[in-house]
């Protein structure tokens, strides 16, 4: 988890934590945990959603290639598939 007493906008040193605490100052403590919190779910669904996009568009390459084999037919000469093309 982040490190607390930092704004996780600008990274600005928040008041101290006794501070913090005192309802009556107002204390941005509980704002900018709230803040980490959803940047880090937000940054969890990016990763998953990244994740789902990179499978989904290696299952389309693996389909291309098995109808290009298909296309070209059992005589048609195999070209190796390059090193850099692979999944």
């Keep these: 988890m982040t490190e607390t007493g930092r704004c996780p906008y600008c990274g600005a040193v928040s008041p101290s934590a006794d501070a913090a605490r005192q309802p009556a100052e107002g204390g941005f403590e ?14 969890e669904r990016t990763a998953g959603d990244a994740e789902r996009r990179i ?3 290696t299952r389309q390459v693996q389909e291309l290639r098995a109808t290009v084999a298909r296309l070209r037919g059992p005589g048609a000469a195999a ?9």
Aim: glycine share 4%; aromatic share 4%; no cysteine.
């Design 55 to 57: 499978a989904d568009l």
């Design 79 to 87: 070209r190796p598939v390059p090193a850099s093309a692979r999944g």
């Design 30 to 43: 509980p704002l900018y945990r709230e803040m980490r919190r959803i940047r880090e779910i937000a940054e």
